[in-house]
C-alpha cells in the first residue's frame, strides 16, 4: 500500500525502501557491537547466553557486510539521478557533485566526534572516483567495478609473498588506536570522547576500512549503483525483472562456494602473509554475493506486488531521511552505551541490543513519518541540498 501522506518528491519508492532495509540492518548491527564496544556478558544464565549467540550469529551472517554494501550501492545510484537531473537543466554536475563530496567531509566530521565507526568520510574519499568515470560506457564501468571488486591490491601482496618467502605483511594498524579509543569510549567524558574521536577515532576507523579492503569495494559499489540507474532496473519492466532473477540466480550460486572457501581454507594457509589478504578478498566477495541476493530477492517481491508490500512500504520514510537518520542513530545509540551516558555495554548482551534497536528504529521513523508530513527532505538531507546547489537559482 502507498504511503500517501508523505509529501510527493518524485523519488523512486523501492530504492528508498530498500535503504531504509539497509538502513534498519545497519543500527542492528550497531547495537550488537555496542557501537565499537565489544563486550559479552557471562553472567546470564546458560539459557540467555545461548539465545544471545543465536542472535549475534544470525544478525551477523544476514547482514555484516551486506548492509554496508548495499548502502554503498544505492549512493551510487543516487548520484546517477542526480547526474541525470542536472543534464536535463543543462548543468555539468560533476563540479557540484565533487563540492557535495567536500560537505559529506563535514558531515561524516560531525558524526565523528560522537561515533568512531564513521562511513561518510569513505563515501567521500571514494566519492570523487565518480567523476571520471561518470561518462564511460557501461561496458569499461563495469570493467573497472568488477576489477576493483576483486580486490586488486590483495592479490598483488599475495603473488609477492608467493615469490618472498621473508616478506612480512604489515597490518592491524588501527589496533593501537581502537585500543586508545575503546578506553575513552567507556570510560570518558563526553567531551573526553569528542576530543578523543577527533583524531583518535577516526584513525581508528578509517584505517581499519582501508586494512578491510572497503577502499576498493565502495569504488566497485558505486559504480554498480551508477549502472543500476542508468539501466532503470530499479524501475518494473519486463528486462529489469529478468535481469534481477539472473542476479537473484548469480548471486546463489556465487555464495555457496565462497562461503565455503571463507569458512574452511584460512586453518590450511600456514603462511600469514597470504593468509590476510586471503581473508580480505573471500569475504569481501562472499558478501557482495549474499547482497546480491538480498537486493534482488527484495526487489522482486516489490516489483510482484506492483508498489511494493506493506512492509516495504514502511520502510520509505526511514531510507527517504537516510543521512539525519544515520547519524542521529549513532548519537542515539553510543548515549546508551557509552561510558558517559547509560553506559549499558556492560550488562547488555545480544538480545537485548537487538530490542534496543529495533526502539532507536521504531523512534526515528516514527520522526520521519512525522518531518515528511511537513517537508520533503529530511534536516541533514535539506542542508547537503541547499549546500550543494549554492549559488544557483533553481537547484
Not at 563540479?95 to 567536500?102: C, I, L, N, T, V
Not at 567531551?191 to 582501508?210: A, K, T
Not at 527484495?298 to 511494493?308: D, Y
Request: glycine share 8%; charged share 15%.
Amino acid at each position: 500500500m502507498k504511503n500517501h501522506t508523505l509529501k510527493s518528491t518524485g523519488r523512486l519508492d523501492v530504492v528508498d525502501s530498500l535503504r531504509g532495509f539497509a538502513l534498519l540492518a545497519i543500527v542492528l548491527l550497531h547495537n550488537l557491537e555496542h557501537y565499537n564496544l565489544y563486550f559479552f556478558p557471562d553472567f546470564y544464565p546458560q539459557w540467555l547466553q545461548t539465545v544471545d549467540k543465536f542472535f549475534w550469529d544470525a544478525v551477523f551472517f544476514l547482514f555484516a557486510g551486506k548492509a554496508y554494501a548495499t548502502f554503498s550501492l544505492l549512493f551510487g545510484f543516487s548520484f546517477y539521478i542526480q547526474l541525470r537531473n542536472a543534464q536535463r537543466k543543462g548543468v555539468d554536475f560533476r563540479g557540484r557533485f565533487a563540492w557535495r563530496m567536500f560537505l559529506l567531509i563535514l558531515f561524516s566530521q560531525f558524526h565523528a566526534l560522537f561515533y568512531d565507526g564513521d562511513i561518510l568520510l569513505l563515501y567521500a574519499v571514494v566519492g570523487f572516483v565518480l567523476i571520471p568515470v561518470c561518462r564511460l560506457n557501461d561496458k569499461t564501468v563495469f570493467g573497472i567495478a568488477v576489477f576493483l571488486l576483486l580486490q586488486p591490491y590483495e592479490w598483488g601482496r599475495i603473488l609477492y609473498a608467493l615469490f618472498n618467502p621473508d616478506y612480512v605483511i604489515a597490518g592491524n594498524k588501527f589496533v593501537p588506536y581502537a585500543i586508545l579509543s575503546e578506553q575513552v569510549t567507556s570510560q570518558g567524558t563526553f567531551w573526553e570522547v569528542l576530543r578523543s574521536n577527533i583524531w583518535i577515532g577516526q584513525l581508528y576507523s578509517n584505517i581499519w576500512q582501508v586494512e578491510a579492503g572497503r577502499l576498493f569495494q565502495t569504488a566497485a559499489l558505486f559504480m554498480f549503483g551508477m549502472l543500476l540507474g542508468r539501466r532503470k532496473y530499479f524501475e518494473k519492466s519486463e528486462v529489469s525483472c529478468h535481469v534481477w532473477r539472473r542476479i537473484l540466480k548469480f548471486g546463489i550460486v556465487a555464495f555457496v562456494p565462497l562461503y565455503c572457501l571463507r569458512v574452511f581454507v584460512p586453518d590450511y594457509i600456514d603462511n600469514p602473509s597470504i593468509q590476510v589478504p586471503y581473508n580480505i578478498i573471500i569475504p569481501s566477495l562472499s558478501n557482495f554475493a549474499f547482497m546480491a541476493v538480498l537486493i534482488s530477492a527484495f526487489t522482486l517481491l516489490w516489483f510482484k506486488k506492483g508498489s511494493g508490500y506493506r512492509w516495504q512500504n514502511f520502510l520509505i520514510p526511514y531510507g527517504r531521511m537516510s543521512l539525519t537518520n544515520y547519524i542521529t542513530q549513532s548519537i542515539i545509540g553510543v548515549s546508551v552505551y557509552y561510558g558517559y551516558g547509560l553506559c549499558l555495554y556492560k550488562s547488555t548482551g545480544a538480545t537485548a541490543t537487538l530490542l534496543i534497536g529495533l526502539g532507536i528504529f521504531a523512534i526515528q521513523l516514527l520522526f520521519s513519518r512525522w518531518w515528511l508530513n511537513r517537508h520533503k527532505q529530511g534536516p541533514f538531507e535539506y542542508l547537503w541540498r541547499r549546500g550543494t546547489w549554492i549559488g544557483y537559482k533553481n537547484p
